[in-house]
């Protein structure tokens, strides 16, 4: 017979309090327990002489206090939107600064990228500003300005060394993420996109908890073709359903192989089970579109350029201006408000 896990956590209350753990109790609750995490916890007549009953005095308990300081500071911001994937290695930063250049290529767009994964941060180098570090005034910190209309929020500029690894326990990276979202002046801006780690765990949660009052518009899912990728996309989706965050829909990344020289197109990781399109239709979720692979893609990560300045007429940067306008009209917004016509 296999192991079963221990019995999980209520969904709920770990979506709506990422930080809070549950108190490690000495004994088992008694009878008529008004419950550890409750209010009358420690204070109510039936704890009285209950081994549990300090533990359960001191256990956090209420609302975040920060939750309306986050709300406040990001009141400028109109469009909020979470790029999730599931699965490391399908490209979610890269197509993270791919869709913050496009909106970016609009001057009357302004455009900020937080980038929430804490221990492989790549945005900064992306964007070609991997050296630069933050300022600090009394307003608050200010965000890196890649372009005058594009500013970028990540942990990589707060580090001594490029390379030093951040080992950090949960506790540790969630407060960072509420200081990026409670102490950056964003200002005003019209797209906030939140770049995430793979997976469904601390990150995920606290910016979920932290963004849920200020409102998120959805969350972007990015997948390559192959069914291993799907897998781990499946459950992004399922997280995104508990959490109540509208999926705007799935962007198939690396979608092929177009030769810059011929433009042939070539199939690298074969769709065994239909691929983004088909997991779309049976989730019933929107199909953003496909982006072919090209290799000027990561040539202009590494060096920090716009994919979209640099090959405007490339299969893949019209495949990509295709996908930021089904997400504009996925969140409401016209097409030629997102992107300037060709």
Request: proline residues 8%.
């Amino acid at each position: 017979m296999a192991p079963s896990l221990e019995a999980p956590d209520n969904v709920e209350d770990v979506l709506d309090n990422p930080l809070k753990t549950s108190p490690n109790l000495v004994a088992p609750e008694p009878e008529h327990c008004p419950g550890p995490e409750s209010e009358a916890a420690g204070k109510a007549d039936s704890c009285a002489g209950c081994p549990n009953q300090a533990i359960c005095a001191s256990a956090p308990k209420g609302p975040d206090p920060d939750i309306p300081l986050i709300t406040e500071r990001l009141s400028g911001i109109k469009h909020k939107v979470l790029i999730l994937s599931g699965k490391g290695g399908v490209g979610k930063s890269t197509f993270t600064t791919l869709l913050a250049h496009a909106f970016a290529t609009n001057e009357d767009n302004t455009v900020g990228v937080m980038d929430t994964d804490i221990c492989g941060p790549s945005i900064p180098k992306m964007m070609g500003v991997e050296t630069e570090t933050i300022h600090v005034s009394g307003a608050g910190w200010s965000p890196v300005w890649v372009l005058d209309n594009l500013g970028v929020m990540s942990i990589q500029f707060m580090l001594p060394n490029k390379d030093d690894a951040i080992i950090w326990r949960g506790p540790k990276k969630n407060g960072l993420i509420k200081q990026f979202l409670k102490d950056v002046e964003w200002g005003e801006m019209d797209y906030l996109l939140v770049d995430t780690p793979p997976g469904t765990s601390d990150e995920h949660l606290s910016v979920n908890s932290f963004l849920k009052e200020s409102g998120v518009d959805g969350a972007v899912v990015v997948t390559t073709p192959q069914e291993v990728a799907l897998l781990d996309v499946r459950k992004e989706i399922d997280f995104c359903r508990k959490a109540g965050i509208k999926v705007l829909g799935i962007v198939e990344n690396m979608s092929g192989f177009v030769c810059p020289k011929c433009t042939h197109e070539s199939q690298i990781f074969k769709a065994t089970t239909g691929g983004a399109r088909g997991l779309a239709k049976e989730m019933n979720i929107p199909f953003l579109g496909a982006v072919p692979l090209d290799p000027r893609i990561g040539l202009a990560a590494d060096y920090g350029e716009s994919f979209f300045d640099a090959y405007p007429d490339s299969p893949a940067c019209t495949a990509l201006k295709g996908v930021v306008r089904r997400v504009g009209e996925e969140m409401g917004i016209k097409a030629e408000v997102i992107l300037p016509e060709d």
